[in-house]
T-cell receptor, first 114, second 113 residues
Framework: EAQVTQNPRYLITVTGKKLTVTCSQN?????MSWYRQDPGLGLRQIYY???????DKGDVPEGYKVSRKEKRNFPLILESPSPNQTSLYFC?????????????FGPGTRLTVL | QKEVEQDPGPLSVPEGAIVSLNCTYS??????FMWYRQYSRKGPELLMY????GNKEDGRFTAQVDKSSKYISLFIRDSQPSDSATYLC?????????????FGIGTKLQVIP
């Protein structure tokens, strides 16, 4: 089954404790992206990657890091989480050849930073 | 002003009603318009995709784009309880899976049996 998986699905942590949210896709997509979704603000792009070893900032990159060492994986790293990073996070992937701009989203990771 | 404006609702309708969901936008470069559906505790899924102005129909769903007014709509006919979800409009200036997509905040729809 074609899918994007994220782990963990739920995470409660404390300020300053480094964490990584994993993302993996099995569709051989070149493009991968991280979003956060907040009430009243919608989906905002954090970082994206056009292919292996190619990453770039989205609209709200502060406080986040990413890496793309393999095509299928795109982990999101919070080196020193703060309460304002409490949010619902989505990983997405798409084929650069897709004519319909369709992005395939993972199930989401709900992060709470205390 | 946000590039894409969408009323968050919630919108509550009886089963069988016609639902109209709308977005306005300010960026005249947008040419590709999408509607995503997001069920509770799930990621968004692409529902409809249209290019430029005009209508596109898929079963009970019709997407409408009016570029002159910078206004897009999604109509749901004979709404069902299974249509209860949040609907996000999304827009892009170019086609291709790598293009930046700007999303609305989503409208929460509840269809009452």
């Amino acid at each position: 089954e074609a899918q994007v998986t994220q782990n963990p699905r739920y995470l409660i942590t404390v300020t300053g404790k480094k964490l990584t949210v994993t993302c993996s896709q099995n569709m051989n997509h070149e493009y991968m992206s991280w979003y956060r979704q907040d009430p009243g603000l919608g989906l905002r792009q954090i970082y994206y990657s056009m292919n292996v070893e190619v990453t770039d900032k989205g609209d709200v990159p502060e406080g986040y890091k990413v890496s793309r060492k393999e095509k299928r994986n795109f982990p999101l790293i919070l080196e020193s989480p703060s309460p304002n990073q409490t949010s619902l996070y989505f990983c997405a992937s798409s084929s650069v050849a897709a004519r319909d701009n369709e992005q395939f989203f993972g199930p989401g990771t709900r992060l709470t930073v205390l | 002003q946000k590039e894409v404006e969408q009323d968050p609702g919630p919108l509550s309708v009886p089963e069988g009603a016609i639902v109209s969901l709308n977005c306005t936008y300010s960026n005249s470069a947008f040419q590709y318009f999408m509607w995503y559906r997001q069920y509770s505790r799930k990621g968004p899924e692409l529902l409809m995709y249209t290019y430029s102005s005009g209508n596109k129909e898929d079963g009970r769903f019709t997407a409408q784009v009016d570029k002159s007014s910078k206004y897009i709509s999604l109509f749901i006919r004979d709404s069902q309880p299974s249509d209860s979800a949040t609907y996000l409009c999304a827009m892009s200036a170019n086609s291709g899976g790598y293009q930046k997509v700007t999303f609305g905040i989503g409208t929460k729809l509840q269809v009452i049996p």
